[in-house]
């Protein structure tokens, strides 16, 4: 079955910390990829995509993610993170042409300023 | 991007009894979501709102439990019927916005607490 995982359920970093969330998938055909991010009390928010092309990717507020297809994963980073990161972050999968995300678990990022 | 509002945004209920959660866009879409995400865990797709027919339920869920409406291509409603302690969640509408396939937008979501 398809499946996102996400390496660490926890984390927390300093601030000015470099940051790099885990993210891999199990399906081997062409594949959307997205992260999520959802600051306390707050909705969902695209953070940022891939659908095709580079395969680094940047997003809003300073995160990028690297698709590299060999590895099936999708990692997100951050060079230095804020106070202001303090979220949880989803990432999530469309194989194919199909609308349906399958998300990972989520990791809760706690920033210590 | 697409600017989703649901109604309420929380609610306390007692066991027994029946919420419906109203899922407003302010442009046409195709697809409507709905998900569920309890405490501590990540999304859970309930079922896809289909305009014009019955909704299509993920594996789990029926309709029974989580009647939806999708009356037109801008609104939806989800029911949570007959309420017990393990419905207690955040239940958030999603849709995929028009111009640009598989971009998922989000509302605000629903937090309900049965009792």
């Known amino acids: 079955a398809q499946s996102v995982s996400q390496h660490n359920h926890h984390v927390i970093l300093s601030e000015a910390a470099s940051l790099e969330l885990g993210c891999n998938y199990s399906y081997g055909g062409t594949v959307n990829l997205f992260w999520y991010v959802q600051y306390p009390g707050q909705h969902l928010q695209l953070l940022l995509k891939?659908?095709?092309?580079d395969p680094l990717v940047k997003g809003i507020k300073g995160f990028e993610a690297e698709f590299i297809k060999s590895k099936f994963s999708f990692n997100l980073r951050k060079p230095s993170v804020q106070w202001s990161d303090t979220a949880e972050y989803f990432c999530a999968v469309i194989p194919d042409s199909n609308y349906q995300l399958i998300w990972g678990a989520g990791t809760k990022l706690i920033i210590k300023p | 991007s697409a600017v989703i509002s649901q109604k309420p945004s929380r609610d306390i209920c007692q066991r027994g009894t029946s919420l419906t959660i109203q899922c407003q866009v302010d442009s046409q879409v195709t697809m409507m979501f709905w998900y569920r995400q309890q405490p501590g865990q990540s999304l859970t797709l309930i079922a896809t709102a289909n305009q014009g027919s019955e909704a299509t339920y993920e594996s789990g869920f029926v309709i029974d439990k989580f009647p939806i409406s999708r009356p037109n291509l801008t609104f939806s409603t989800l029911t949570v019927s007959n309420m017990s302690p393990e419905d207690s969640s955040i239940y958030l509408c999603?849709?995929?916005?028009?111009?640009?396939?598989?971009?998922?937008?989000f509302g605000p979501g629903t937090r309900l607490t049965v009792l």
């Open positions: 891939y659908f095709s092309g």
């Open positions: 999603s849709v995929v916005g028009s111009g640009r396939a598989s971009e998922q937008f």
